[in-house]
């Protein structure tokens, strides 16, 4: 299993910035992202079930603070996950990961780090 994030970037206070993570692998059920910032642990922020042929298809998940904001999306045919973010604030200013998990998950699960064992290597958004 192989991730590989981009787009990470410097934006103002109540831009926009798309990121982006190519899925090179298999049995991938759902994707998410994370964020860390400095001196912090990692948040969950959203996820989506990719997997085919189940009622929770396409079902995503958003912790709070980004809800209503930011918008997770995956595109089968580019094998690519992507996070839009809008309205960005300084607390935002994180690195930025992508995570891949087998299981099928939804909600709280969804967003919690221990679920998934596959990561990319991180790509920095700072918000000023």
């Known amino acids: 299993v192989s991730l590989v994030e981009s787009g990470g970037s410097s934006v103002n206070t109540g831009g926009s910035l798309r990121l982006s993570c190519e899925v090179y692998?298999?049995?991938?059920?759902?994707m998410a992202w994370f964020r860390q910032a400095p001196g912090q642990a990692r948040e969950g922020i959203a996820a989506?079930?990719?997997?085919?042929?189940?009622?929770?298809?396409?079902?995503?998940s958003y912790a709070d603070s980004v809800q209503g904001r930011f918008t997770i999306t995956y595109d089968k045919e580019k094998s690519t996950l992507f996070l839009q973010m809008n309205m960005l604030k300084p607390e935002g200013t994180a690195v930025y990961f992508c995570a891949a998990a087998v299981r099928g998950l939804v909600g709280a699960q969804a967003l919690g780090e221990r679920e998934y064992p596959y990561w990319g290597q991180g790509t920095q958004v700072t918000v000023s």
């Open positions: 989506i079930w990719t997997g085919e042929f189940n009622v929770n298809s396409g079902k995503t």
């Open positions: 692998a298999y049995n991938v059920r759902t």
